[in-house]
């Protein structure tokens, strides 16, 4: 019964809008080539079977290893053979962490393995791993009333997910909070809902603290290691990680465009990062951002579009355990920082339900908003908040630049986020196309518009 409602509310909401409520004269010469592309994006499923070449050959692109590489080499080798304008690569340098063999088990009751993934940026153990007693925490406040028991365990921070933006703090920080009172390492209970016992990884930061060997370890685990704590056992657990850093890498972030028709030197900015960490083949985080964000410019050469501005793409490179492509991206172009009229980015995957979100002056967005009208058929009209995104931010930054995002369900994307089930199976292709076909017109239409997108 729940689900027929809520599928009545679906239909109710995401139908087109009256005809009335969207018209705006000035759209009306977009209008055609808006409907056009939709067409195009969603007559097939092109953008998916790319994403699958792309992750089936080349897995998941950790910065620093080969994959990446060679997947570079694709991206550059594919958008020319697109047609894009000035395909290039520009040099990036990252930092390489790696992640060597790893594992958890309880040793004493024994004996269970854990479900567990280091997390990137740890140290090692010593080498034969570190074994201690658990000490579990359910926040930071705990830790810190207790502080006096943490010395010579391994802290266990059992934070149940409430949003990325809130427990994301305990990967990034468990550490560092744990370190000054003893703690030998820590684990954390992996960040995200609920999944199938799969242990999610990601970066965290010692930040001047002590390093110890930081690594998150499936929900289910970190419950049951509460549980038996909870019945007055004392938990051993024993952990082996060989992570670490070497030199840093040549990388590189990867440029395609369409070279504006009126104004080139005014510049639609989209992109996903083409990085990943190195479980899984990074399809949701983020393969199917850079796809889409690629589809609005391909979808424009195959249609015969040459905006007005330039459009350019970037697949940015290192977003995950540096953000070097985004950094290095604003310091190339920061004396164009001012003329970037938009900045799209697309790292929250494609999950229906899907929304599109804006960071902007009250101008810009109701251009925006119009310009969203001719989303109608795709049910992506309504313009919500929340237009950042880690890559773009830096220029964003630098230029006062407006900034849309692509967002696809948080509850579906972060089930999966940095795990082995990261792959293109969970992603369905009429997801893809919508994504693809929604980015294609809000690109084409500020690229092509007479007025420049306000600031
Ligand atoms: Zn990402």
């Known amino acids: 019964m729940l689900a027929l409602v809520l599928l009545a509310a679906f239909l109710l909401f995401s139908g087109p809008v009256p005809r009335a409520q969207t018209q705006s004269a000035w759209l009306e010469p977009y209008r055609t080539d808006a409907t056009r592309l939709i067409a195009a994006a969603t007559a097939n499923q092109f953008a998916w079977d790319r994403l699958a070449e792309l992750t089936d050959t080349y897995g998941n692109r950790l910065t620093g290893s080969a994959n990446l590489t060679r997947a570079i080499a694709w991206a550059v080798e594919t958008m ?56 579990v925490v359910r926040d930071f406040q705990e830790l810190t009333a207790r502080a006096h028991e943490a010395k010579g365990k391994i802290v266990l921070f059992n934070v149940p997910y409430t949003t990325y933006g809130q427990t994301v703090a305990y ?66 657990v024993r952990l082996e990680m060989q992570a670490h850093f070497a030199a840093d ?44 964000t690629w589809e609005a410019l391909r979808l424009m050469k195959t249609l015969g579009l040459k905006p007005r501005r330039t459009v350019r793409l970037v697949l940015f490179t290192n977003e995950e355990n540096g953000l070097r492509g985004g950094t290095a991206y604003r310091d190339a172009y920061k004396g164009q920082a001012g003329q970037h009229v938009l900045a799209i980015e697309s790292d929250s995957g494609v999950f229906a339900p899907a929304r599109l979100g804006f960071t902007g002056s009250d101008a810009a967005r109701a251009l925006i908003q119009e310009i969203a009208s001719l989303l109608a058929p795709l049910g992506l009209q309504q313009v919500g908040l929340g237009g950042g995104g880690a890559d773009i931010g830096p220029i964003a930054q630098a230029g006062k630049v407006p900034m849309l995002a692509y967002q696809g369900d948080a509850t579906k994307y972060f089930t999966i986020h940095h795990t082995p089930a990261d792959t293109v199976d969970r992603i369905a292709p009429d997801e893809v196309a919508k994504a693809a076909a929604a980015l294609a017109v809000i690109t084409y239409v500020v690229a092509e518009m007479g007025e420049t997108l306000p600031k």
């Open 80 to 135: 020319k053979r697109d047609g894009l304008d000035a395909v290039r690569t520009e040099k990036v340098m990252g930092p390489q962490w790696v992640r060597g063999q790893e594992r958890a088990l309880i040793v004493d009751p024994p004996e269970h393995p854990l479900a567990m993934l280091g997390l990137g940026g740890s140290v090692a153990t010593p080498a034969g791993g570190l074994e201690a007693e658990v000490m």
């Open 171 to 236: 990967r990034a920080g468990g550490a560092k909070a744990a370190a000054p009172h003893g703690a030998v390492a820590v684990l954390v209970r992996a960040v995200g809902p609920m999944g199938l016992r799969t242990p999610h990884t990601g970066g965290m930061q010692y930040e001047g603290a002590t390093p110890i060997p930081a690594a998150a370890i499936a929900a289910e685990d970190a419950n049951r290691l509460q549980r038996l704590v909870a019945r007055g056992q004392r938990v051993r």
């Open 249 to 292: 890498v040549e990388t590189a972030n990867v440029i395609g465009e369409i070279g504006g028709r009126e104004r080139p030197e005014e510049v639609v900015l989209v992109g996903g990062h083409f990085d990943s960490w190195d479980v899984g083949t990074g399809a949701s985080d983020d393969g199917v951002g850079c796809i889409v």
